[in-house]
Nanobody
């Protein structure tokens, strides 16, 4: 079992910045294969915001391209989402999902509990 904990959310004015972190930990050996950030606004479906894979290739939703940057530190089993030029429509609960490679090459998905991001106009 891998625990995933997001942090860094909060209240910010439009145009501001936040940096979210996603820390993965476990009592067993694992490594992060892929790491994705999702968000879910009230009354809306959860959507993929950004993703990064094992060779650090990244992808972004069109709505955040040029404003958000995803990264990860493999040594720390931690991912990040730098969010700049925030807009009120970025308000949502942000979730981190990791695909962890465990023993014998088995891969499993784990989700965090989410962190609230609120952007005021």
């Amino acid at each position: 079992q891998v625990q995933v904990v997001e942090s860094g959310g909060g209240l910010v004015q439009a145009g501001g910045s936040l940096r979210l972190s996603c820390a993965a930990s476990s009592g067993i050996m694992f490594s992060i294969y892929t790491l994705d950030w999702y968000r879910q606004a009230p009354g809306k479906q959860r959507e993929l915001v950004a993703g990064i894979n094992s060779i650090d290739s990244t992808n972004y939703a069109d709505s955040v391209k040029g404003r958000f940057t995803i990264s990860k530190d493999n040594a720390k089993n931690t991912g990040y989402l730098q969010m700049n030029s925030l807009k009120p429509e970025d308000t949502a609960v942000y979730y981190c999902r990791i695909t962890a490679v465990q023993s014998m090459g088995a891969m499993y998905d784990y989700w965090g509990q989410g962190t609230q991001v609120t952007v005021s106009s």
